[in-house]
T-cell receptor, first 112, second 115 residues
């Protein structure tokens, strides 16, 4: 059972376009992280959201945590080729459970 | 964030042999984890490396196949034993601190190919 469902799995767009990636679950998470991974490298943490309804912005990236803390979205404005990579969401269930559960990822390609 | 290095960065091994991967952190960390990322797939947690005690393995992963050591707060090793082509993957270590369990930081990964 995949606890975190990411969509779309693949996304190919032109430079300058906007896009949204979704991360959904039937489970509640105490926190949710978004990572970006480039080929040959480990995932790099982009943001952590912990409060239901929270919105965080990182330059052209906007992250939102759902009110019920079961889902999250990542919106990129005016995508650039440098945004190309695998975007992963990961959730932590909370308490003494330190483990992260990862979604399957969204492979984004931004064409010049 | 911590600076994490892994050795080797990649290796090609023959089936039946073993590979030991090292993970070194530039500062003391509370938690260290080992993940596997199969080609085109997401990350699957193998185990939590516990300092001074046996690692905690996830369902589907056993100590005989994936022995782990963590002699101190900055270093851990993962051995992948009795290699088969199905073990071809990227192996990643990650770290987190008690002050901020929500944030895990990853090493660059070790790409293993088994022939």
């Amino acid at each position: 059972t995949q606890l975190l469902e990411q969509s779309p799995q693949f996304l190919s767009i032109q430079e300058g376009e906007n896009l949204t990636v979704y991360c959904n679950s039937s489970s509640v998470f105490s926190s949710l992280q978004w990572y970006r991974q480039e080929p040959g490298e480990g995932p790099v943490l982009l943001v952590t959201v912990v409060t239901g309804g929270e919105v965080k912005k990182l330059k052209r990236l906007t992250f939102q945590f759902g009110d019920a803390r079961k889902d999250s979205s990542l919106h990129i404005t005016a995508a650039q080729p440098g945004d190309t990579g695998l975007y992963l969401c990961a959730g932590r269930r909370g308490g003494s459970n330190y483990k992260l559960t990862f979604g399957k990822g969204t492979l984004l390609t931004v064409n010049p | 964030s911590a600076v994490i290095s892994q050795k080797p960065s990649r290796d090609i091994c023959q089936r039946g042999t073993s590979l030991t991967i090292q993970c070194q952190v530039d500062s003391q960390v509370t938690m260290m984890f080992w993940y596997r990322q199969q080609p085109g797939q997401s990350l699957t947690l193998i185990a939590t490396a516990n300092q001074g005690s046996e690692a905690t393995y996830e369902s589907g992963f056993v100590i005989d196949k994936f022995p782990i050591s963590r002699p101190n707060l900055t270093f851990s090793t993962l051995t992948v034993s009795n290699l088969s082509p199905e073990d071809s993957s990227i192996y990643l270590c990650s770290v987190a601190n008690r002050a901020s369990y929500n944030e895990q930081f990853f090493g660059p990964g070790t790409r293993l190919t088994v022939l």
